[in-house]
């Protein structure tokens, strides 16, 4: 990515992006990255209860100075300002351009000023090890090297410094994946498995991989716990709906695979029916399993 690209964020600041996470720097930088800004909207809706629980358990406090790896549109980040107030600063990173292009929009617009954002990969940016607190909300199951990015995390922080991350728990207790990539199947025959632990939404879905990755990188009482939760949404359906070719498993199948109108009507058919069980009165609810994951420095 040229560097003069960077100018243009009054508070992006341009970091290299190592080799070896090239392919999510790809993949982030592509039309994933488009979708999660044409949609930051919903889902930050769907993902308000992870995002209430990160912040829940973080405890960020006013003056503090906040590390938010992940951030994405900058929902997190600006959340974490607040609650730091003017005497404390959020710094957010991420390695998708279009994410933080928005997250910049958004500050701006905000009129923001203890955030900034960084264009960097949280595995080798550079730290000056001052920081009180890291948090992520779904941003550090992408590493291409975990222990190494764990380490350099934790000479982020301060002596005492703490990290409150959050990821996916296993597909099994998360309908949003299994239920959809189930119904996908049923149409279109199962797709060649990956490596369940390579970068991706659930690598760290077991709670006892997250903590040896935190005691690898140096972290002190690293534990994990799993928490149920819901991801809900007042418009219903439909505004999930329009997620899925786009983000989530049925994607992979609609790209993969030789999909015909008819098939894909059917498809969506299919996952009206079974979505519509997590229908509420106040539009749907559907069951959820995390990690949160936290560690001294």
């Known amino acids: 990515m040229p560097k003069n690209n960077f100018q243009r964020f009054g508070h992006i600041r341009g970091i290299t992006v190592t080799e070896a996470n090239e392919s999510q720097r790809q993949f982030w930088n592509d039309k994933p990255g488009a979708n999660w800004v044409r949609f930051y909207r919903d889902l930050d809706i769907m993902h308000h209860s992870v995002l209430?629980?990160?912040?829940?358990?973080?405890?960020?406090?006013?003056?503090?100075?906040?590390?938010?790896?992940?951030?994405?549109?900058?929902t997190s980040s600006f959340a974490l300002a607040e609650l730091v107030g003017s005497s404390g600063s959020v710094s957010g990173y991420d390695i998708s351009e279009p994410l933080?292009?928005?997250?910049?929009?958004?500050?701006?617009?905000?009129g923001v000023s203890n955030v900034?954002?960084?264009l960097a990969d949280a595995q080798t940016a550079g730290?000056?090890?001052?920081?009180?607190?890291?948090?992520?909300?779904?941003g550090v199951m992408f590493f291409d090297d975990p222990e190494a990015a764990f380490a350099n995390l934790h000479s982020a922080l301060r002596p005492g410094g703490r990290i409150v991350f959050i990821?996916?728990?296993a597909s099994e207790f998360n309908p949003w994946f299994s239920l959809a990539r189930k119904i996908a199947v049923q149409h279109f025959g199962d797709l060649p498995d990956g490596d369940p632990d390579a970068p991706g939404p659930m690598s760290l879905r077991d709670i006892d991989r997250g903590v040896s990755f935190l005691k690898a990188g140096g972290f002190a009482d690293p534990v994990g716990e799993a928490v149920d939760l819901t991801l809900d949404h007042p418009d219903g359906w439909p505004a999930l709906r329009q997620l899925v070719p786009h983000i989530g498993p049925v994607g992979r199948f609609l790209r993969d695979?030789?999909?015909?109108?008819?098939?894909?009507?059917?498809?969506?058919?299919?996952?009206?029916k079974a979505f519509s069980e997590f229908a509420t009165d106040t539009g749907i609810s559907v069951p959820a399993r995390i990690?949160?994951?936290s560690a001294l420095a």
Not at 257 to 263: L, P, R, W, Y
Request: hydrophobic residues 40%.
């Open 257 to 272: 695979c030789e999909v015909t109108q008819e098939q894909r009507a059917a498809l969506f058919d299919d996952l009206d």
């Open 291 to 293: 990690n949160v994951f």
């Open 167 to 169: 990821t996916w728990a």
């Open 52 to 74: 209430e629980k990160l912040l829940d358990c973080a405890a960020p406090e006013a003056g503090e100075t906040v590390i938010d790896i992940g951030c994405g549109a900058g």
């Open 100 to 110: 933080l292009t928005k997250a910049e929009e958004r500050r701006a617009e905000k």
């Open 127 to 138: 730290f000056d090890g001052s920081a009180d607190l890291i948090v992520s909300r779904f």
């Open 116 to 118: 900034s954002f960084h």
